[in-house]
């Protein structure tokens, strides 16, 4: 087979770079480890930013986003026992919305699926080679289990962390930045609705804890807890009996409590690599950097490492200029490392850390205070949370 794009990986990055390439006539072969019912289902990301909201209504995805996605204009700083909000709207005129990269996801699916472009689920065994020559080639199994080898003008590693793109790449080609945390995320997907309006990041001394929402009937919370935590140990009374301490206010507030759907725990790590790109092989999205989700980053990292990679394939493949693709991993890092380091303010900021000493704990209240006394210092973060506008 012959293409001139084949994207490994049909996550947000992955889906939005072929539905992109795919408007601009290019001919791309997506390749997806999952299946397709998998994929719709798998539940990540919900806060959209600004510049990710924009870019999917300016692709024509924007009409369910509009009708269901839930706009936010602020946002809860909890500590000390009393709520705090970052007006992010007032402090710099845009909003948040919460959307489900679930629904992003299946959005991009029926997108292709209407076109007749085809996704390869439930592929297996993929692997790179010739990522350094002008023709690199993909081999794999498809569904039936049938070996098929590609032929590409270019690569896209859309294969999130623990894909075959980033290890494809031979020793010295890469240098990786990585930090983790002494702390995991318990997530839990609630039927009952939101206890509050806005999302509520709260600073405990028990741990950090997030009260958000993905509709007006499901409550999605997170709690920190150690990175060997078992999930087993997590019983639906402890996880709400947990939650509502960490929560709890001085004044009236009351966590609505309902059956749990889902309960997962992750790590929470800083990653990134550079460049971003390796021959022919363009990585994007989780493939090249990850960060704490406290900040909200990791899938509109992704989307905006696609609306760069789009253009520049498109230049490239089309009108046979590489400027953009020679740009494209200094381009996408200085995005990278602003989203890096506002996620790791945050996460240090609202989580306790077990190994810092009492010192650390006042600077961490200090810095919490002055945020949510200081608009010059709110206005910093909720330009961050909201997203900067694209170069
Ligand atoms: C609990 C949690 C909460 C989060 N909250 C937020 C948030 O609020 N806001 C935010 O912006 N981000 C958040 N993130 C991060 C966000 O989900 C990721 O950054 C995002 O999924 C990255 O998209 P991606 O397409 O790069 O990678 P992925 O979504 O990981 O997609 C990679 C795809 O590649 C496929 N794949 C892997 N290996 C292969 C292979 N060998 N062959 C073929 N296919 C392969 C995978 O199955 C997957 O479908 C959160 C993440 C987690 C885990």
Redesign the pocket.
Known sequence: MRTQVVV????????LLSYLLRSEGLDVVL????SRE??RK????????QP?VELLREIGLGTRLDAEGLRHEGFSLRFDGSDHRVALTELTGKAIMVYG?QEI?KDLIDAHEAKGWPIEFE??G?SLSGLDTDRPRVD?RDVTGVSQVVDADVVAG????????RPAVPAGGLRAFDRQYPFA?L?VLAQTPPSSEELIYAHHERGFALH?MRSPELTRA?LQVAPDEKLADWSDDRIWSELSLRLKTDADFSLHEGPLLDK?I?PMRSHVVEPMRYGRLFL????AH??P?T????????VA?IRVLSRALVELLQHNSSELAESYSDTCLKRVWRAEHFSWYMTSMLHVDPDADVFQHRLQLSQLRYTASSRAAATSLAENYVGLPFA
Request: negative net charge.
């Open positions: 490994i990986g049909a996550g947000p990055a992955g889906l390749l997806e480890a999952r998998y994929v798998r539940m990540r990301a919900g806060v959209c930013e990710t990269q996801v592929v297996s993929v794999y859309c294969d999130g962390f623990h894909g075959i793109s995320w997530g958000s997170y997962s992750t994007a999205g989780d493939a990850i960060v989700p900040g909200a980053k990791g899938m509109n990292l992704a490492d």
